[in-house]
């Protein structure tokens, strides 16, 4: 993420100070840079802050906002685990079926060769 501050006296010798508050606990100084870059921010509602200083030192009473949300993976959805959860139940429920109806079968085979063999 990259600000800047128009001030056309200083010469771009600006200084920022920023806090993504849900993440950071304090103010990061950050000098001339005027960029900052976050990886891995876990799910959730961030506030980006960030105030200025113009070449004699004297800070902005002014910050600026920005709010963020970041929505998690799909896979952590609770639609998604939903989904895995019932196809697992049906994956499970279809083999005891499966298992059920060949068990069956294989009496029913057992049984007509029995009969069979009797009738002759």
């Not at 100070?17 to 950050?30: E, S």
């Not at 840079?33 to 004699?56: E, H, I, S």
């Not at 005891?96 to 007509?112: E, G, Q, T």
Request: proline content about 3%.
């Amino acid at each position: 993420m990259e600000f800047a501050a128009l001030d056309f006296f200083s010469n771009g010798k600006n200084n920022y100070q920023y806090q993504l508050t849900g993440y950071d606990d304090h103010w990061v100084l950050a000098g001339q840079r005027n960029y900052v870059r976050y990886a891995n921010l876990p799910p959730g509602d961030y506030t980006f802050q960030v105030k200025t200083a113009n070449q004699d030192g004297h800070w902005s009473q002014r910050i600026h906002k920005l709010k963020i949300h970041i929505e998690p993976p799909f896979w952590r959805t609770a639609s998604f685990i939903l989904i895995v959860i019932l196809l697992l139940i049906l994956a499970i429920w279809g083999g005891f079926a499966n298992a059920r109806m060949l068990f069956v079968s294989r009496k029913w085979i057992v049984y007509d060769c029995r009969m069979t063999y009797r009738s002759r």
